[in-house]
């Protein structure tokens, strides 16, 4: 049996991952690649030869775009810590009833990104807050944030925000994470 080229060898590392979107830092560390140019080299190389598809500055996946999980892929697009929360998480749990053409996520920086089809919305949180843990849950690879967070979240944004279905939010929940943020309480 051949052994692997360390083209085929580097894909296969990949794979074993288990993950399909890669930033450039992810590739540099999994291939031990610590020369940026050398990096830049391979990766042209490898997109080239359909071994990688570039999808956005600075990812890359084993797969097309429309074969990813769009909030894996957003929350690697924003390439820093961020959880999906306030429009995103009240649509899905039925608390406002808008139809959205994008995911919102938290994060260290405000930005807008798309992607193909998928667009994302990303709002800027201070660190204190952005890295409490508190009402966030990691559903696969992505952080998630619970309702009563996204609700705290969005009301720390806007606090005239209105909620089609306020009903179903537990308040004691979301009074004792906006205390524990430092939001400002209902």
């Not at 990104?113 to 709002?123: F, L, Q, T, V, W």
Request: charged residues 20%; proline residues 1%.
């Amino acid at each position: 049996m051949n052994k692997p080229n360390i083209s085929q060898k580097r894909i296969l590392d990949l794979v074993s991952l288990n993950q399909n979107v890669f930033s450039i830092d992810d590739l540099a560390r999994i291939w031990q690649i610590n020369n940026r140019h050398n990096l830049y080299i391979t990766l042209g190389r490898y997109v080239r030869g359909g071994l990688l598809i570039k999808i956005y500055r600075g990812l890359y996946s084993l797969k097309s775009v429309d074969k990813l999980d769009p909030l894996v892929l957003g929350s690697k697009a924003i390439n820093n810590y961020c959880y999906l929360s306030t429009e995103s998480v009240l649509v899905n749990h039925g608390v406002i009833f808008q139809e959205l053409s994008y995911f919102t996520f938290i994060s260290s920086k405000n930005k807008r990104i798309k992607i193909e089809n998928n667009s994302y919305y990303i709002r800027q949180l201070k660190d204190a807050q952005l890295f409490n843990t508190i009402g966030i849950e990691k559903k696969g690879n992505v952080y998630v944030a619970s309702l009563e967070r996204a609700v705290a979240d969005m009301l720390h944004y806007n606090s005239n925000y209105y909620f089609d279905n306020y009903k179903i939010v537990d308040l004691k929940k979301l009074k004792e994470i906006q205390i524990s943020l430092g939001y400002k309480t209902i």
